[in-house]
């Protein structure tokens, strides 16, 4: 499916923000490969908007608001929304069939008529909204299941210390990366909450990321000399239990 060329799309947009609005390059072809890029993601799916817009975010305060990098951050932004302009109307009338069936799905469930119908609907309910996103975020995390509460702690602590320190790093210190990954993060959830979607794939173009961040965090550890061996064991672990 579409997930996997998600995830590498994410990884090209992010080469070019990195240039564009870190680096400060002002070539003009930049601008245009970047709205490219973001129409791309728009096209491959609706959730990507959320993303394409927590990318915008990092470039308007990455900018410190001056004149000429916002000038460059609109250009990007209308020449994006020229691009994927021809796929509003699309998108309006597939979310307005969406909303129809799954009405039409949940009156059939009480007919005893029709091929869906369920003596119990409690029975077949699954979590929705922000109980659905909890169980998502622990199955991603693997925190849930855990075959045992050892191997529970295997995997909450390397994790919740990388999250911390990304969250230090992106506040105290103001790295743009732990910064970006923060943003883009807050646009899945936000995206996946407004679409109800619940499903961990959702989440896939956020690996990319979070991968450049556990890195920034492995490096802050191994740069103190007295926490290079603690850090360099919690890079392993991590490596071990995420990346593997």
């Not at 990318?55 to 020229?82: E, G, N």
């Amino acid at each position: 499916r579409m997930y996997m060329l998600m995830t590498f799309l994410v990884i090209c947009l992010l080469m070019v923000h990195w240039l564009v609005a870190i680096e400060k390059h002002e070539q003009r072809w930049l601008v245009l490969v970047y709205a490219v890029l973001a129409a791309l993601l728009f096209y491959l799916h609706y959730i990507d908007l959320f993303i394409v817009a927590g990318f915008f975010v990092h470039w308007l305060i990455a900018s410190r608001f001056h004149r000429r990098p916002i000038l460059r951050l609109f250009a990007a932004a209308l020449v994006t929304f020229v691009l994927v302009s021809p796929g509003v109307p699309t998108l309006l009338h597939q979310y307005a069939g969406k909303s129809q069936l799954t009405r039409v799905l949940a009156i059939s469930r009480h007919n005893p008529d029709a091929l869906s119908f369920v003596a119990d609907v409690k029975a077949i309910e699954e979590p929705t909204g922000i109980k659905a996103l909890q169980r998502s975020l622990a199955s991603m995390t693997r925190f849930n299941p855990a075959e045992s509460p050892l191997a529970f702690l295997l995997r909450m602590i390397p994790l919740l210390l990388a999250i911390a320190t990304i969250g230090f790093l992106a506040i105290r210190e103001s790295d743009e990366i732990c910064r970006l990954f923060f943003l883009l993060a807050l646009a899945v959830l936000v995206g996946m909450t407004v679409l109800h979607l619940t499903a961990v794939r959702y989440m896939t173009p956020l690996i990319p990321p979070l991968a450049l961040a556990i890195a920034r965090a492995l490096q802050y550890w191994t740069a103190k000399p007295r926490w290079r061996v603690l850090g360099l064991s919690l890079g392993t672990l991590i490596l071990c239990l995420y990346a593997a």
